[in-house]
């Protein structure tokens, strides 16, 4: 339980009373320490990894993405917990929202470190693990399952990110606008392998919404992932949404 107290000051600013406001915090603690408790279980398997090594070259390298995925870590938590001490649910949101794109990034560093990925990070493991982690982040208890699929293709490290913070986007927009009123539903996530491009496509079976909005978090995330897409994977996006719910598909160039 959280205490706050503000005076209630009378004549002359003289102190005559207190104002005790009580807030339950439980289920944010509750989410914090599963939060830590993830972070910690990586850790220990990342450092794992790290030990059973014996080349000096491979072992820098793994360290080094082990400490940028700390750092990483480390500013999700300091966010996550500046979100918590915010009254303002827009603020809350949008210290999420951020989150989210951070943990993403730390993703790939954290995958890097072991010696399964040194070839490349394989993109359906890598989704996978962006969405127990949005799960994780934002607390979400309803009932909208979330499936991969497809071909679990290597992929390179700047690829990877990319492609981990556009489909962190998208499932993160379907989350907070396809399921009003705790509705469950399902997201589906299908890579599809192609000679010169690949394709991703983030489907839901939600409410839809206007793409024509030019305002509040759901542009804000198309507009990070057009713009992704383009700059970063030289691909192209195509997002249709109605009332039977939303997909969206974008490329990305294979790397020869």
Do not use: W
């Amino acid at each position: 339980m959280r205490q706050d107290a503000a005076p209630i000051r009378g004549a002359q600013n003289k102190i005559i009373g207190v104002i005790i406001r009580e807030k339950d915090v439980y289920g944010e603690i509750a989410r914090q320490r599963k939060f830590e408790r993830l972070a910690k279980e990586r850790d220990e398997q990342a450092l794992r990894s790290l030990d059973m090594e014996t080349g000096a070259s491979d072992i820098r390298m793994r360290e080094m993405h082990h400490r940028i995925k700390n750092n990483l870590q480390m500013i999700a938590s300091i966010m996550n917990l500046q979100a918590r001490r915010s009254e303002n649910a827009e603020v809350r949101l949008a210290f999420a929202e951020n989150t989210q794109r951070v943990l993403s990034i730390a993703a790939i560093h954290d995958m890097l470190c072991r010696d399964e990925e040194q070839g490349g990070i394989h993109l359906c493991l890598l989704l996978e693990r962006i969405c127990r982690d949005i799960y994780v982040i934002s607390g979400d208890e309803r009932a909208v399952g979330i499936t991969v699929s497809g071909e679990n293709m290597p992929v390179q490290p700047d690829t990877a990110t990319s492609i981990a913070l556009v489909v962190s986007e998208l499932v993160s927009n379907a989350l907070r606008h396809g399921y009003p009123d705790g509705r469950g539903g399902q997201i589906k996530i299908q890579v599809e392998k192609g000679p010169l491009y690949s394709t991703v496509t983030v489907s839901d079976d939600g409410v839809g919404y206007d793409l024509s909005q030019k305002s509040g978090g759901a542009s804000l995330g198309l507009d990070i992932v057009r713009l992704t897409v383009k700059d970063k994977l030289r691909g192209d996006v195509h997002i249709t949404s109605g009332t039977e719910g939303t997909c969206t598909s974008f490329s990305f160039k294979m790397q020869q």
